[in-house]
């Protein structure tokens, strides 16, 4: 079984169309799945919202927890772990691409792509933003080597144990987390598919920021990485 993860915070909105996109590309591809959202205190009523799909869904089927991201890690029932943000940017699509993927190449881990492949690419970004995460994905690149196109999405599948053991070794928070878990698997000998994605900046609902704040955190985090690993 296949257990996506699904961190939300003010998400109300756009929590039940995901569900329902998720159930109607998993069940078409027949692949068996339970989704596990982790909300982080939304003033908005993301957990109530998770209650109600629970409800029409199945409670075995959907999981609300109003507590931290490992908590997701250790409810989750699946020998496999879908990563993938609940703000409607990551298409349920992919998905079926995405365990096909690891299911022919044995990969422990298979990443989306936002920059290699046939039909990639990013939309609803401005040039500057667009800008910025090119440079970053391209020092990053410079400096890590990490063998993988994309270091700072957050669209993936990983073998549970896998993931733990990744969870388990990585220090960073925000951006860098992301970056760290790719860096850490290439260093641990994991074996690492892509799949090309496209990523829709929120379609629907709420804001998404990237701040000065924001690319100071990741620098200084890229410069630990290169220092340390």
Same mark, same amino acid.
């Given at each position: 079984? %296949?257990? #996506? ?43 109530? !919202?998770?209650? $109600? ?17 490992? =908590?997701?890690?250790? =409810? ?14 990551? =298409?349920?699509?992919?998905?079926? $691409?995405?365990? !096909? ?21 990013? %939309? ?11 440079? !970053? ?20 599948? %990983? ?18 987390? $992301? ?7 290439? =260093? ?8 090309? #994605? ?18 100071? $955190? %990741? ?11």
């Amino acid at each position: 079984m %296949y257990s #996506i993860i699904l961190p939300t915070y003010n998400e109300r909105d756009n929590l039940p169309l995901l569900v329902w996109m998720i159930d109607k590309y998993l069940g078409a591809a027949n692949i068996q799945y339970e989704i596990v959202i982790v909300d982080d205190g939304s003033p908005d009523g993301t957990q109530e !919202a998770a209650k $109600q799909l629970a409800k029409i869904y199945s409670e075995d089927r959907i999981l609300g927890l109003g507590t931290a991201y490992l =908590h997701g890690l250790k =409810h989750a029932k699946g020998d496999h772990v879908i990563l993938m943000d609940a703000d409607l940017s990551h =298409h349920p699509k992919f998905i079926p $691409q995405m365990v !096909a993927k690891m299911r022919s190449g044995s990969f422990d881990i298979v990443t989306g792509s936002r920059y290699e492949g046939e039909g990639c690419g990013v %939309y609803g970004w401005d040039l500057r933003r667009k800008v910025i995460s090119r440079g !970053a994905n391209f020092l990053a690149q410079l400096l890590l080597r990490p063998g993988v196109s994309d270091l700072t999405g957050s669209f993936r599948l %990983y073998k549970r144990e896998v993931l733990q053991r990744l969870v388990d070794s990585c220090t960073s928070k925000g951006y860098v987390f $992301q970056m760290e878990m790719m860096v850490r698997a290439r =260093h641990l000998g994991y074996s690492i598919g892509e799949v090309p #994605i496209t990523f829709v900046d929120r379609m629907f609902y709420g804001d998404s920021k990237l701040g000065g704040s924001e690319i100071v $955190q %990741y620098l200084k985090g890229l410069l630990t990485l290169f220092a340390t690993t």
